[in-house]
């Protein structure tokens, strides 16, 4: 616990300062604690210390651990910040607070089915392809306002932002490069809200993990999904 907690007041003094030289309210940003690096109970040592906003990226651990959890006070919220498949949707919609990762239209129909069928409105963040890399997952810039107009005709599926992940290059110039990405997903967001009335209420952008979340938060990130920096030192049986 001791080793949790320090990972977790170092991460949060890094977000702050990230904050301060950005000019903003560190309360605007939420951390996401991706647990898929540890067990249900070392999971919930996250919830024990303040942070209740837990993600995970595989259907079937998001499954095994909200279950786990699920009588754990504070109770989690969690995210689901992986590739999401359509034959996942029905367990995975009903257990998750934010689904970080809506990348196609079928995948949208598959969700808003789901959520109908078990009187569940489903929040979810349109995840944007910024390294315009086919082997990556998430829709082209040119796809997201009408995967976002699609959306808003649905009566069980509210999307509340963008998710995007920065490209890893090698050498000195990474940092600058992920910012460049991160303000890249920011514009696209406020073209969105300009543009679109259903775009309308989108305030989130999903964006920044362990190595590169405070080149996020100065571009505007209101969710930053931290894994490794949170579980340094700590394995899934200490």
Not at 2 to 31: F, H, M, Q, T, W
Not at 61 to 77: C, E, F, G, V, Y
Not at 88 to 109: P, Q, Y
């Amino acid at each position: 616990m001791l080793r949790c907690r320090e990972n977790l007041e170092a991460v949060r003094g890094r977000v702050a300062e990230a904050c301060r030289k950005g000019g903003r309210d560190p309360s605007s940003v939420r951390i996401v604690g991706v647990t898929k690096y540890v067990a249900s109970d070392r999971a919930a040592m996250l919830l024990e210390l303040g942070c209740l906003d837990l993600g995970e990226s595989r259907p079937q651990s998001l499954w095994q651990k909200s279950a786990a959890m699920d009588r754990a006070n504070p109770s989690p919220r969690w995210h689901f910040v992986g590739h999401l498949q359509r034959n996942k949707v029905r367990r995975t919609v009903g257990v998750t607070s934010l689904i970080h990762s809506l990348d196609s239209m079928r995948l949208l129909e598959a969700i808003e089915a789901e959520a109908a069928a078990c009187g569940h409105v489903c929040e979810m963040l349109v995840e944007v392809n910024l390294s315009g890399d086919s082997h990556r997952t998430g829709v082209s810039e040119q796809d997201v306002g009408p995967l976002v107009e699609a959306a808003a005709q649905c009566s069980h599926v509210r999307v509340c932002g963008l998710m995007g992940m920065a490209g890893q290059p090698e050498g000195a110039d990474s940092p600058a490069q992920a910012r460049r990405q991160f303000a890249h997903l920011r514009q696209i967001l406020e073209r969105l809200v300009a543009s679109l009335p259903s775009a309308a209420g989108l305030n989130e952008l999903s964006m920044g993990m362990s190595g590169d979340f405070e080149e996020a938060i100065l571009e505007g990130a209101t969710l930053v999904r931290i894994g490794s920096a949170l579980w340094e030192g700590i394995t899934a049986h200490d």
